[in-house]
């Protein structure tokens, strides 16, 4: 997920995580962890959509935004800690 992404659009369109998550259904600190994506946690399917057409984007938009296949630093940190043998 390229986080920095989605909050840039959500800047643009004067909107916060509080308001993004009312708008959503769902609890700040739930939008916190998706957003994050603490302990694996995702937007759902549904979440993406109404994100998609609060924000009017484009389906290149939703890919880079929700499907960014770059590695997360947190994910290769803690992959240098594992042994090949």
Known sequence: MNKK????IMKLYGDTGTSLS???GIAR???SAKLNE?????????EIINIKNKYELNPNEIA???FD???SKKDTSSSKKR???
């Open 38 to 46: 603490t302990n694996g946690a995702e937007f759902t399917q549904g």
């Open 5 to 8: 992404k989605l909050e840039s």
């Open 69 to 71: 296949e770059e590695v």
């Open 64 to 66: 880079e935004i929700f």
């Open 83 to 85: 042994r090949i043998t």
């Open 22 to 24: 009312i708008f959503l």
């Open 29 to 31: 600190s739930t939008f």
